[in-house]
DNA sequence: CGAACCCTTGATACGCTTCAACAAGAGTGG
DNA sequence: CCACTCTTGTTGAAGCGTATCAAGGGTTCG
């Protein structure tokens, strides 16, 4: 009731262009790579080798990235910005299933598999984007045994990261998911202070935790009622760090 | 109401002992290889190279394979048998979220991450298991550098499957989801007759589609009731393939 | 035989969605 | 400058989907 609402501040969205994004052959930062690969510090030879094999891509928001028709052909990995991967339909507001964000792999795996992309991809803002093609990465990796194994980890964590989604999607309700997604959000910000900036529109975070935008509503004021959080438009204060953790914990 | 219901044939389940297994180190055989790996036909030098490596191992019905809490340092492969993975609670009842049958990778994502399993492995009938430890793993694939490319597709193959899986618990509800799951067996068996026979219980059934028994039971009749499938004990015959596949579809 | 386990069916309860309405910010154009 | 529109988030009422609880029948084992 009391004015626990404040400053929404999204422009309209750029309306969906569909350009084709312009593709260049550019350099890439190893701090870049660095993020992600990850694992101990590329050594000047395995940047070398990598140096020559992406290409740089910009996007707009709204614009796609791929489509789940489309033949992977390419590894895809998100530098700046946002890009959502789920359902690009006729009847328009996009699907969206799981969101990528800064440094980090759009989609590693289809293009190994041979086969189509399995979502659709969709930039939510502004982003810059690299595309690295199949048959290029084979042959250096052929020689580069220890990238290799990095492109291993990589896979490896994102099939421990869907695990834990589907977990989460099976056996905890909405209140439950919203607290591990907050908790989640705290922890990769490493701070103590726990003050949380939302900079997604609060539809994006519900489609994540496969809640309506209403439901997500309730939830926060749940929290908020129950002394956890407190909400101030979009940025989110945590007050009870352990009762929060004991909430979302299996 | 009429005897749709028909011989539910499970012996009592050993109870859970939790012994040991039996660890050797043995042959495996080239079929099971090529089963795991895929691709192309692994050539002579490629399984002389894998052929020192595992340990098989023996499990019976209810012991566990793995617990989540334990450091993951080998791969696992079911070569015989089903597995589940899940969680394991004092509370007993095994929390089954996915099932892992036949000659099949259990958990080859852990290990390359160096921390601990994501979930507990519980054997649901007596298996042959395989045992990789990660060391010996990576020395080889150092050397056989074809051999890692398939590893990397097996990842790729489980974080597309598991897409999918979150993608209709986000957006299918517990019929759909149901009709899915009875065309992917279906189409593993890849005969036009297009009868299932199921041989797991069915509750293990409801636990993979997220569903209690009950509404898995009341799914089935509706489904039986509308003419798409008949269902006899544990024995289910597809009587219109196409509408189950209109059903399952986004 | 009883005990243990499985599946099924029905009645009820709860979580979340859907639908509708409203408020507020941000562009647009007169 | 204003009215107008589009978008976003919030709130409330009603309804659907599924879980929960309880009871009953079938089969296997000891």
């Not at 949380?196 to 994006?204: A, G, H, V, Y």
């Not at 929290?223 to 989110?236: A, F």
Request: charged share 20%; net charge neutral; hydrophobic share 45%.
């Amino acid at each position: 009731m009391d004015s626990y609402n404040a400053s929404p501040l999204f422009p309209h969205r750029a309306s969906l262009r569909v350009l084709g994004g312009e593709a260049t052959r550019s350099a890439m930062q190893p701090a870049d790579w660095q993020a992600l690969l990850g694992g101990p510090g590329l050594n000047a030879r395995e940047l070398q080798a990598l140096q020559g094999l992406p290409m740089l891509r910009w996007v707009h928001a709204g614009e796609l990235v791929f489509s789940r028709q489309q033949a992977a052909t390419a590894l895809y990995a998100v530098l700046d910005g946002a890009v959502g991967l789920g359902l690009a339909r006729a009847d328009e507001p996009f699907q969206l299933e799981r969101t990528v964000r800064g440094p980090q792999w759009l989609d590693a795996s289809s293009a190994w598999l041979g086969g189509t992309h399995a979502q659709d991809a969709q930039a939510l803002v502004d982003a810059r984007l690299m595309q690295l093609s199949l048959p290029a990465l084979r042959a250096l990796l052929q020689r580069e045994a220890g990238l290799l194994e990095r492109m291993l980890v990589v896979l490896a964590g994102t099939v421990h990261s869907l695990t834990s989604v589907t977990h989460d999607l099976m056996h905890k309700d909405a209140e439950r998911r919203l607290a591990a997604w907050l908790l989640q959000r705290c922890r990769c910000m490493e701070t103590g202070g726990a003050q949380i900036e939302l900079n997604e529109r609060k539809r994006d975070i519900a489609a994540q935790l496969a809640i309506t935008p209403e439901t997500l509503s309730r939830m926060m004021r749940q929290l908020n009622r129950k002394g956890l959080i407190e909400v101030h438009g979009y940025s989110v204060k945590v007050l009870d760090l352990d009762a929060l953790k004991t909430l979302a914990r299996d």
